[in-house]
């Protein structure tokens, strides 16, 4: 492999102060465990976990999508029952965090 012409740069130092004074975010790619059709046990699954990131000092959590409903069947996902949970562990997330 051939070297580019012309001067090297070095890249500017990063002071040790803190990640995010230099550019970087601490993500968090979270996994809760879910329970098919029980919002309230994954909202608890998923509260769980943004605790444990925002301990971990993490800018950002990220969840899987469908996380609250627990990726139950398309039958069931569309019965007002299971969107009504959903919507309710939506607002406890949002009121806890």
């Known amino acids: 492999m051939q070297r580019p012409a012309g001067p090297v740069t070095a890249l500017p130092a990063?002071?040790?102060?803190?990640?995010?004074?230099?550019?970087?975010?601490?993500?968090?790619?979270?996994?809760?465990?879910?329970?098919?059709?029980?919002p309230?046990?994954?909202?608890?699954?998923i509260l769980a976990?943004?605790?444990e990131a925002a301990a971990r000092h993490a800018a950002l959590a990220l969840f899987p999508e469908l996380a609250i409903s627990g990726y139950a069947i398309d039958d069931?996902?569309?019965?007002?029952?299971?969107?009504?949970?959903?919507?309710?562990?939506?607002?406890?997330?949002l009121e806890e965090s």
């Open 14 to 38: 990063l002071r040790a102060t803190g990640i995010y004074e230099n550019g970087f975010v601490r993500v968090a790619a979270c996994c809760p465990v879910t329970v098919p059709a029980d």
């Open 40 to 45: 309230s046990a994954n909202t608890d699954s």
């Open 49 to 51: 976990l943004a605790r």
């Open 76 to 93: 069931l996902v569309l019965q007002s029952a299971l969107l009504d949970g959903v919507e309710g562990g939506l607002a406890r997330l």
